[in-house]
């Protein structure tokens, strides 16, 4: 069946390290993925996307890494803050359809 | 630019009872999205609209669920009667054309309680 899952579902790192938070996903057929930032009792935020024909993506501050061999998608965050505290979900998409499937979430701490 | 706006921001309601979500979505979205959204877990899709049309509703418990975008611009998502399993978020998205894949905006979610 279809199914994104996250390898971990919390991640603590220390202020200005970096983050990195890992997907995987199940269906080969998904040509789209993203991801977002969810805070407290705010609605899901997209951060960056890819597409299934690349194997990154650098926006400001994060870099998104996909490999398709093995069904793995990551989130790089550079120089973490707190502001970065937040729930991230990886999803995937058939862009023909406009579908997306959410995973379940890690929840990224940071120290001071 | 405004964005996806959504109210009650939160309802409690006793099980049995029947509530109604509003979502307006940024103007000229032609795509409506409802989520909902358990605890701990990422959103599932309950229904998508294009324009005034349903899409796909195939996750939706039509047995207690219905959604509306009569005039193809903002929604209602109404449950009756609630159950205790129906507290969680329920987000509302509209979708934007961006590098030619279309992209969902979330409004901030109505929390819902049931007792």
């Known amino acids: 069946g279809e199914s994104v899952g996250l390898h971990l579902p919390t991640l603590s790192v220390q202020e200005g390290d970096n983050s990195i938070i890992n997907c995987a996903y199940s269906n080969s057929a998904s040509d789209y993925f993203i991801w977002y930032k969810q805070e407290s009792g705010k609605g899901p935020q997209f951060i960056i996307d890819?597409?299934?024909?690349?194997d990154k993506r650098q926006g400001q501050r994060v870099t998104v890494l996909l490999n398709k061999t093995v069904k793995h998608l990551s989130l790089q965050i550079a120089a973490t803050q707190p502001g970065d505290s937040a729930v991230y979900f990886c999803?995937?998409?058939?862009?023909?359809?406009?579908?997306?499937?959410f995973g379940s979430g890690t929840r990224l701490s940071i120290r001071p | 630019e405004a964005g996806v706006a959504q109210s009650p921001r939160y309802k409690i309601i006793e099980k049995r009872q029947s509530v109604a979500f509003w979502c307006n979505p940024i103007?000229?979205?032609?795509?409506l999205y409802w989520y909902q959204q358990i605890l701990g877990q990422g959103p599932k899709l309950l229904i998508q609209f294009q324009n005034n049309g349903v899409v796909d509703d195939s996750q939706l418990p039509k047995d207690r669920f219905s959604a509306e975008r009569l005039k193809g611009v903002d929604s209602t998502l109404k449950i009756q009667p609630a159950k205790l399993e129906d507290s969680a978020v329920y987000l509302c998205?509209?979708?934007?054309?961006?590098?030619?894949?279309?992209?969902?905006?979330f409004g901030p979610g109505t929390r819902l309680l049931v007792l």
């Open positions: 998205a509209s979708g934007g054309l961006a590098g030619g894949v279309e992209t969902q905006y």
């Open positions: 999803a995937e998409m058939y862009s023909s359809a406009s579908k997306i499937i």
């Open positions: 890819i597409r299934s024909n690349m």
């Open positions: 103007s000229g979205h032609a795509t």
